[in-house]
Nanobody, 121 residues
Framework: QVQLVESGGGLVQAGGSLRLSCAAS????????MGWYRQAPGKQRELVAT???????NYADSVKGRFTISRDNAKNTVYLQMNSLKPEDTAVYYC???????????????WGQGTQVTVSS
C-alpha cells in the first residue's frame, strides 16, 4: 500500500557530494518521522539521520556537519545531502518512514529498497 523509492546513489570520490531522494507513494494520509539508514558490508544497519514532520532533525555523530536531511511534506519526499564524503560512508542507504495510510488510525513502518553509495579514496 505504501512504496518508498530511493534515488541518487552512485560512485563518488572522497571529498565529493551526493544527494539522495526518497519518495513515498500510495494511500498515504500522513507521514511522521522519515529517515535514512545505511548498511555497509559485514556490518549492521545503522541510523544516519531522521527528520520529523515539523522539521526536527537527528544525526549520527559520524555524519554531523557533513550530511543534511530535509523533507518536502507536500511531495512526501525526504532528501539527504551528503558532503565531504569519506570511504567509510560507503554503504547501501535505506529510506525509512512511519506512515499512516488513509484507511488506518495507526502508523506503520516502511523501508525502501536501498541505493548504493560508493566513495573511492
Amino acid at each position: 500500500q505504501v512504496q518508498l523509492v530511493e534515488s541518487g546513489g552512485g560512485l563518488v570520490q572522497a571529498g565529493g557530494s551526493l544527494r539522495l531522494s526518497c519518495a513515498a507513494s500510495g494511500s498515504i494520509f500522513t507521514i511522521n518521522i522519515m529517515g535514512w539508514y545505511r548498511q555497509a558490508p559485514g556490518k549492521q544497519r545503522e541510523l544516519v539521520a531522521t527528520i520529523t514532520s515539523r522539521g526536527s532533525t537527528n544525526y549520527a555523530d559520524s555524519v554531523k556537519g557533513r550530511f543534511t536531511i530535509s523533507r518536502d511534506n507536500a511531495k512526501n519526499t525526504v532528501y539527504l545531502q551528503m558532503n565531504s564524503l569519506k570511504p567509510e560512508d560507503t554503504a547501501v542507504y535505506y529510506c525509512n518512514a512511519d506512515v499512516r495510510i488513509q484507511t488506518s488510525w495507526i502508523f506503520e513502518n516502511y523501508w525502501g529498497q536501498g541505493t548504493q553509495v560508493t566513495v573511492s579514496s
